[in-house]
């Protein structure tokens, strides 16, 4: 196209920045996709060593420790590969719900271990997740959350028992 001479010097300056956009964007874009491979990669690698210190330990030891956790050693193997952030999504619902740690102590001594483990194990994680990030007070999470009945009896008891 022909443009009058004014515009011509105008769209010749515009242009290289035109070009340079779909490069940039690119260059984003190739940068977020690379963070994110890092920080999968730095996850496995945190995952492989978890797993590999507790290989490393006599299956004895593994068991007598294991069963002070009331598991086996292959369940507090599967539940160290699974890291420090497993149940980050059960203590969201519990601050939904209004209750901390200490009421599911008050409610029975060691539920709040078993509700960590069950959440931690949980294959629904990803549905957990978005109906904690799009609809957190949807009581739809009743259907598919293992500790939904633990912690909806929690709540129903709270405030009934001395501090």
Same mark, same amino acid.
């Given at each position: 196209m022909q443009w009058p001479a004014p515009c011509a010097s105008l769209v010749a300056?515009?242009? *290289?920045m035109e070009d340079a956009m779909p490069q940039a964007e690119e260059r984003e874009l190739a940068a977020g996709v690379l963070n994110?491979?890092?920080?999968? $990669?730095?996850?496995?690698r945190e995952w492989w060593r978890r797993r590999a210190e507790l290989d490393a330990m006599d299956p004895a030891e593994l068991e007598?420790? #294991?069963? /002070?956790? @009331?598991m086996t050693g292959n369940e507090l193997k599967d539940l160290a590969a699974r890291g420090p952030d497993a149940a980050n999504l059960l203590y969201e619902r519990m601050r939904?719900? @209004? $209750?901390?740690? =200490? /009421?599911?102590?008050? =409610? #029975?001594? @060691?539920?709040m271990r078993d $509700?960590?483990?069950?959440c931690a194990c949980c294959s629904d994680k990803a549905t957990c997740e978005l109906d904690l990030a799009a609809r957190p007070d949807d009581? #739809?999470?009743? @259907?598919?959350? *293992?500790? #939904?009945l633990g912690l909806t009896g929690v709540k129903m008891l709270k405030g009934r028992f001395p501090l």
């Open positions: 300056y515009f242009e *290289p994110a491979a890092a920080h999968f $990669l730095s996850r496995v007598r420790m #294991a069963s /002070d956790f @009331g939904l719900l @209004g $209750l901390t740690r =200490a /009421d599911v102590e008050r =409610a #029975a001594h @060691g539920l $509700l960590e483990r069950t009581p #739809a999470w009743e @259907g598919y959350c *293992p500790n #939904a």
